[in-house]
C-alpha cells in the first residue's frame, strides 16, 4: 500500500516538475539602502537552557543582512512572492511537511512560505519547554505547549494569509513568520538577498517582497520562457 | 396534592424518571448526574497528579487514549502544560458546580427537605423539573467542551480577566461560560424553590424551632445561592460580551499580548471581575459546607442517641454565617493593591465568621457527650468530618489575617486548606448521607462491612494527599504549577511529596470501589426479610417516621404529619424507646 | 514552630520586616495546634467513654456546664489580638511606610509580562525613562523604553534578572503588559499581585546577602510554571559598580544607535 502510494507520488513529483521546468521563472536580488541597525543582544538569562543551548551571543533577527555597503546590503528573510496575474487554478498541495524547529531558543527559519492546506511539522530539539503560539489574523490561532522530547506538531493554514507569526512566550524573543499561500510560487531570500521563484508560465505577473521591518514592495514583471528578472531596493521614505 | 388519584402506575417510563416533577425523582437524577461528574472531576487530578508527580512523562495505561481524544495537547500520552491547565480549570468547576453543589443540595435538598418538613412536593415541582435539567444542559456544555479544538477552559475555576478573555486559540473559555450561566440559573430556580417549599409548607406543627438541621442548613444556602449567583451571572455575560462581542469591562487600556497591542477598546477593570466573582465564590464556600454540617448533625442526633447540644445556638450560628458570608470575600483578593482601612475591614469580618464555626463544631462534639454513640458507616464518616472539617478551618486562619496571607497566598497551603474543607470534609459528609439516606431511598441498608473498607482507606488516604500540600504550602511552592515545581528547583524533599501526594489519591480512587460496589449491589439486590421498614436507625424525624422506604410516588406520605416536638428527641427520661419520633402525640 | 518550617522548607528570611510576618505565622500556628490537639483529645475521650457498648443508655441533658462559652470567647480574644496588635501593623507598614524620604532608596520598574520579568533601573541618573506600550519590540525592548523621546530613558538597565544590594530600601513598580501575574520573592517575604492597567507600589530592604528567585504566583497561562527569574542580593560596592558599568554600556549602546529608519 505504502509502496504504491510513494511510487504513485514521486510519479506524480516527477510529472509536475517534467511541467515546471518548461515554464519561466523569475528571480532576482533583495536589496535596502544603506545599512540595517545593528542586531542586539538577548537577554535570555531567565531560561538557563537557553545559554546552554546557544552558546554565544543570541542576536535579535529582524535584520539579517548579507554583503553590506554604506550605499545597498542584501536582505535575508524577505518572502517574496507572485501577489498577482496568475491564472484561477487549483496548486495541489505538496503532501511534504514543511520543517520549523526550535533550536537554541530561536527558530529555524525565522521566515518561511508554507501552503494552504499544507503540514507544518514543529519541532522542538531544545532540552526546555516552547510554546508555540500563532497570532494569525485570516487563521485559526493555537497555542501549544512543547516539552522537551516531546514528538512534533503538526499544523495547518486553511486560509491565504501574509504574513502569520507565530512566537514562544516563554521566551519572549522567539518569532517567526509564515507567508500562507494557495500557488506554489514564492521564495525566501537567503543570506545574499537573492531569491528565485520557478515553474511560472509566461505571462505578465505582479510580483511583492515583504520584509519584518521594511513591509511590502511590489513591481510588475513579464515572464517568458527564459528566466525573468526582478530586484528589489527598499529605499527609506524621505 | 390533587393528582393523588392517579399516581404512580398510569405514567410512563418517560413522565415517571425522566421528566418527573417528582421532588424524590429529581432529588435522584441530581445525585447521580453529580456522583458521576465527581468521579470525573476525580479522574481529571489524578491525571494532573500524574503530571506533577512525573513532569512530561507518558501517563500509563491510558496515555495511547488521552491522545486520541486530545490529540496534540496530550501527545504520546504526555499532559502538556495547556491540557494541565484545562484539567485544573475543570477540575475546580465540575467539582464545584457540578459535582458537590447539586449532590449537597439539588439531590439531598430536594430528596429530603419535603420529607422532613412533611410537605407531599416542593412548591414548585415544575421549576424544579426545569433546575434539574438547566443543570443537565449546563453540564453537557462543559463536558462538550473537552471536545473542541484547544480543548476546554484553561484560566483556572477562577477564569480571571484578562487571561480568561485573551484566549483566542481556543473557544473552551466560551463554553465555560455559557455553562456557568446554565449552572447559575439551575441553582437559582432551585433555590426559591427551597425558600418557597420551606416557608410555606411545613407541615402543622412544625415550628421553625422544630425544623432538624439539615433543613436549616438548606433554607440559608438557598439564600446564600440566591443572592449571591446574580452578580455572577450578571459578570459571565459581561465576560462573554468580552470574548465574543469585542467590549471590555474587564480589560484595561493598553495591553501588548504575546508582543502585539491588544485590540480591545480598554478602559476596563480587571479586579471588578475578581470582586463579582468572588462576592459569590465566597458564600458558595459555605453553600459548599453547611448541607454537609446538616448532614452530620442529623447522623450525630441519631447515632449518639441524645439530643443536639445547644440546637438554638447552632441555628443562629448558621443564620450569622450566612450572613456574614456576604462581607468576607475580599480576603481571598489581599494582594490586589488592598489598603489599610479596606484589608482591615475584610480581616476583621473573617474572624468574626470563624467563630460560629467553631461554635457549631463544639457543638456537635459536645452533644456526643453522654450519648451511647453507634459506630455505623454513616457515623464514621461524620464524625471523620468533625476533625477534617476543623484543619481545614483552622489553616484558614493563617490566609484570614492579611500579614500570614503574604507568603502563603495562591501556594499549596490554600489548596490544602480548601480541599481539607471540601474533599474529607463535605464529601465525607456526602458519603455519610448517602449511607444514612439509602434506606430511604431503597428500603435497603448499605453493607457494613464494604462501608467500613471504604471509610478507613479514605480517611487515610484523604490525609495523605491533603497534609503534605500544607508543608508544601509553607515551603512555598505555588499552587497551579504544571511540573509541580520542578522547574523552581525545590529540594528533593519537598517534590517527593508530590509522589506522596500521587499514591495516596491513587489510594483513594481504589478505596471507592468498595463503594460503587456497595452501592450498585445494594440497589440490585433483593430486599432482604425485615428490611424495608420504615425506620431502620430508630429516627425521630419525619422522613423516618411517617413515610414508607422507599416513600410512596406522588404525595411522600399517606397522611400528612402532625407534629408534637423538636427533631432529635432521643432518649427522652421515662419513655419506654430511646427515641421519641416528632410526630408521636404527647401521651397525656 | 519556626525550625520546623524551616525543616518543611519555609525559604530563609532576608528581609527587614519579615521576622514579623514569620512570628505571625509561628503565633497561629501555635494556637492552631493547642485548639487542634485539646479538640482531638476531648474527642477522642468521648468516642471512647461513651460507645455505646460502655455506655448503653444516652443522657438525654448531656453537658450542662458552659466551659465551650469560654472556648468560644477565648478563641475570639485570640483572633482579635492577632489580628491588631500583629496582622494590621504589618500591613500598615507594608502598605503605608512606604520610605518615601529616603532619596538613596533603590526605584526598580518591573514589568511582567507572558512569562517573563523585565527589571527597569533607572540608571546612573536616577531617573526612569519614560515607556510606551508602541515601543515594545520582543527581545529588542521589552518594556518599550523611548530612547528618542527622553533623555532620561539612554542610561536605564532593562534585565530579566533582579540584582539589588543589601541594607538599602527598594520600592519595585509593578505593571503588567497583559493579564494579571504576582509578584513573588519568598526570601523577602514578598507577594504582590500585578495587574494591567494599574502600576503597584511595593517595598522591602533585604538585610541578608543571598540568592533567591522572583517568582510569578498568579496563573497567567501555559508558562505560569516556567515564570521564574533568579534573584542576587549583594553587597552594596559589588552593585554599585555592576549598576554604573551596565548603565553606562546602556548609554553607550543607545548613543551609537542610528534613527531606525522609516521605511
Keep these: 500500500m505504502s509502496y504504491t502510494s510513494s511510487t504513485l507520488g514521486a510519479i506524480i513529483i516527477i510529472a509536475v516538475s517534467v511541467q515546471l521546468a518548461a515554464a519561466g521563472s523569475i528571480s532576482g536580488t533583495v536589496k535596502m539602502e544603506g545599512k540595517p541597525p545593528k542586531a542586539k543582544t538577548i537577554d535570555r538569562s531567565a531560561d538557563a537552557k537557553c545559554m546552554e543551548l546557544h552558546p554565544g551571543d543570541l542576536l535579535t533577527e529582524s535584520w539579517v543582512v548579507g554583503e553590506s555597503t554604506d550605499e545597498a546590503s542584501q536582505v535575508a528573510n524577505v518572502f517574496v512572492h507572485v501577489s498577482g496575474g496568475l491564472a484561477a487554478k487549483d496548486w495541489p498541495a505538496p503532501t511534504a511537511p514543511v520543517v520549523l524547529d526550535q533550536k537554541g531558543c530561536r527558530y529555524e527559519p525565522h521566515v518561511f512560505g508554507i501552503r494552504v492546506g499544507q503540514s507544518l511539522e514543529i519541532r522542538n530539539s531544545d532540552g526546555t519547554t516552547h510554546n508555540v503560539h500563532s497570532l494569525a489574523k485570516n487563521n485559526k490561532q493555537f497555542n501549544n505547549g512543547q516539552p522537551s522530547g516531546a514528538p512534533a506538531l503538526n499544523k495547518s493554514f486553511d486560509a491565504v494569509e501574509l504574513m502569520a507569526k507565530i512566537k514562544c512566550d516563554m521566551h519572549p524573543w522567539m518569532s517567526c513568520y509564515a507567508g500562507v499561500l494557495d500557488h506554489p510560487f514564492f521564495a525566501v531570500t537567503g543570506a545574499d538577498g537573492s531569491y528565485k521563484i520557478e515553474g511560472l508560465p509566461a505571462g505578465t505577473y505582479e510580483v511583492t517582497a515583504w520584509h519584518e521591518r521594511m513591509r511590502t514592495r511590489t513591481q510588475s514583471v513579464t515572464v517568458g520562457d527564459d528566466d525573468a528578472s526582478a530586484d528589489f531596493l527598499y529605499q527609506k521614505k524621505k | 396534592m390533587a393528582d393523588d388519584a392517579h399516581h404512580g402506575h398510569d405514567e410512563s417510563f418517560l413522565r415517571k424518571y425522566i421528566f418527573s416533577t417528582d421532588h424524590k425523582v429529581i432529588g435522584i437524577q441530581y445525585a447521580l448526574g453529580a456522583l458521576v461528574f465527581l468521579l470525573f472531576g476525580f479522574t481529571l487530578v489524578m491525571l494532573m497528579r500524574w503530571s506533577m508527580a512525573n513532569p512530561n512523562q507518558a501517563v500509563p495505561f491510558i496515555g495511547g487514549f488521552l491522545e486520541t481524544l486530545f490529540g496534540e495537547d496530550a501527545q504520546g500520552g504526555v499532559i502538556t502544560p495547556q491540557l494541565y491547565n484545562s484539567f485544573g480549570a475543570m477540575h475546580g468547576t465540575i467539582m464545584v458546580f457540578l459535582g458537590i453543589v447539586p449532590l449537597a443540595v439539588g439531590a439531598f435538598g430536594n430528596y429530603v427537605v419535603p420529607l422532613q418538613i412533611g410537605a407531599v412536593d416542593m412548591a414548585f415541582p415544575k421549576l ?42 481556543s473557544a473552551g473559555q466560551t463554553f465555560w461560560l455559557v455553562g456557568m450561566i446554565f449552572l447559575i440559573t439551575s441553582s437559582l430556580l432551585g433555590a426559591v424553590n427551597f425558600l418557597v417549599t420551606i416557608i410555606q409548607l411545613r407541615a402543622p406543627g412544625m415550628t421553625w424551632m422544630r425544623l432538624p438541621f439539615f433543613v436549616w442548613a438548606q433554607f440559608i444556602s438557598s439564600f446564600l445561592l440566591l443572592l449571591a449567583f446574580p452578580p455572577l451571572e450578571a459578570a459571565g455575560v459581561m465576560q462573554l460580551m468580552d470574548r465574543v462581542a469585542g467590549t471590555s469591562f474587564f480589560m484595561p487600556t493598553g495591553l501588548v499580548v504575546s508582543g502585539e497591542a491588544y485590540s480591545a477598546v480598554g478602559g476596563g477593570s480587571p479586579i471588578l471581575w475578581q470582586h463579582l466573582f468572588w462576592f459569590l465564590a465566597h458564600p458558595e464556600v ?303 | 514552630m519556626l525550625e520546623l518550617f524551616h525543616s518543611w522548607g519555609l525559604p530563609i528570611d532576608a528581609s527587614e520586616h519579615g521576622h514579623a510576618i514569620d512570628g505571625l505565622l509561628v503565633w497561629i500556628h501555635w494556637i492552631m495546634l493547642v485548639l487542634f490537639v485539646g479538640w482531638g483529645l476531648v474527642f477522642t475521650y468521648i468516642l471512647i467513654r461513651f460507645r455505646q457498648k460502655k455506655n448503653p443508655t444516652a443522657d438525654y441533658t448531656g453537658v450542662k456546664s458552659h466551659a465551650s462559652s469560654y472556648l468560644e470567647v477565648s478563641v475570639a480574644v485570640l483572633e482579635i489580638l492577632l489580628l491588631v496588635f500583629i496582622s494590621l501593623p504589618i500591613w500598615a507598614t507594608r502598605v503605608q511606610g512606604f520610605p518615601e524620604d529616603d532619596a538613596s532608596a533603590l526605584q526598580i520598574r518591573v514589568v511582567a509580562e507572558q512569562f517573563a520579568w523585565n527589571f527597569h533601573y533607572s540608571g546612573s541618573d536616577g531617573i526612569l525613562g519614560a515607556t510606551r506600550p508602541g515601543l515594545i519590540v520582543a527581545g529588542e525592548n521589552p518594556v518599550g523604553l523611548d530612547i528618542k523621546g527622553d533623555p532620561h530613558a539612554a542610561d536605564d538597565i532593562v534585565r530579566s534578572k533582579l540584582l539589588l544590594p543589601v541594607d538599602r530600601n527598594v520600592i519595585v513598580r509593578l505593571v503588567s503588559k497583559d493579564v494579571i501575574h504576582c509578584f513573588s520573592v519568598p526570601t523577602l517575604r514578598v507577594k504582590q499581585d500585578v495587574i494591567p492597567g494599574s502600576v503597584i507600589p511595593q517595598w522591602f530592604r533585604a538585610v541578608k546577602v543571598h540568592d533567591g528567585f522572583v517568582g510569578c504566583a498568579q496563573l497567567c497561562g501555559l508558562g505560569h510554571y516556567k515564570m521564574k527569574s533568579d534573584l542576587s542580593v549583594v553587597s552594596p560596592e559589588e552593585f554599585d559598580a555592576w549598576y554604573e558599568t551596565t548603565s553606562a554600556q546602556a548609554a553607550a549602546v543607545a548613543a551609537s544607535a542610528e534613527d531606525e529608519d522609516e521605511w
Design chain 2, 128 to 169: 424544579n423539573m426545569a433546575s434539574v435539567w438547566v443543570y443537565f444542559v449546563g453540564g453537557v456544555v462543559m463536558f462538550s467542551s473537552f471536545f473542541i479544538p484547544g480543548g476546554p477552559a484553561k484560566s483556572g475555576w477562577t477564569s480571571y480577566a484578562p487571561l480568561a478573555v485573551i484566549d483566542a486559540a
Design chain 2, 286 to 588: 459555605y453553600v459548599l459546607i453547611l448541607p454537609a454540617l446538616g448532614i452530620v448533625a442529623e447522623i450525630i442526633a441519631n447515632n449518639s442517641r441524645k439530643p443536639l447540644w445547644g440546637y438554638r445556638s447552632m441555628v443562629y450560628s448558621v443564620i450569622f454565617l450566612g450572613f456574614m458570608s456576604f462581607i468576607v470575600w475580599a480576603h481571598h483578593m489581599f494582594l490586589t493593591d488592598m489598603g489599610v482601612i479596606i484589608s482591615a475591614f475584610f480581616q476583621t469580618t473573617t474572624m468574626i465568621i470563624s467563630i460560629p464555626s467553631v461554635i457549631i463544631i463544639t457543638a456537635l462534639i459536645i452533644s456526643l457527650w453522654g450519648g451511647s454513640i453507634r459506630f455505623n458507616t454513616p457515623m464514621l464518616f461524620a464524625l471523620a468530618f468533625l476533625p477534617m472539617f476543623g484543619i481545614g478551618g483552622l489553616t484558614g486562619l493563617p490566609l484570614g489575617l492579611s500579614g500570614s496571607d503574604i507568603p502563603l497566598h495562591d501556594t499549596y497551603y490554600v489548596i490544602g486548606h480548601f480541599h481539607y474543607v471540601v474533599a474529607p470534609g463535605t464529601i465525607f459528609a456526602m458519603f455519610a448521607g448517602i449511607y444514612f439516606w439509602f434506606p430511604k431511598i431503597t428500603g435497603r441498608k448499605m453493607n457494613e462491612f464494604l462501608g467500613k473498607l471504604h471509610f478507613y482507606p479514605s480517611f487515610i488516604f484523604m490525609n495523605g494527599i491533603f497534609f503534605p500540600m500544607l508543608i508544601q504550602g509553607i515551603a512555598g511552592v505555588s499552587r497551579r504549577l504544571y511540573d509541580g515545581g520542578e522547574y523552581y528547583e525545590f529540594s528533593e524533599s519537598i517534590l517527593q511529596l508530590n509522589t506522596v501526594m500521587t499514591h495516596s489519591a491513587f489510594g483513594l480512587l481504589l478505596a471507592q470501589i468498595p463503594f460503587i460496589i456497595n452501592f450498585v449491589w445494594t440497589i440490585f439486590r433483593k430486599t432482604r426479610e425485615g428490611e424495608g421498614t420504615r425506620n431502620p436507625w430508630d429516627a425521630t424525624t419525619i422522613e423516618w417516621t411517617d413515610a414508607d422506604s422507599p416513600p410512596m410516588g406522588h404525595g411522600n406520605f399517606a397522611v400528612v404529619p402532625q407534629v408534637y416536638r423538636a427533631a432529635y428527641e432521643y432518649s427522652v427520661p421515662g419513655s419506654d424507646k430511646d427515641f421519641t419520633p416528632q410526630s408521636e402525640p404527647d401521651s397525656k
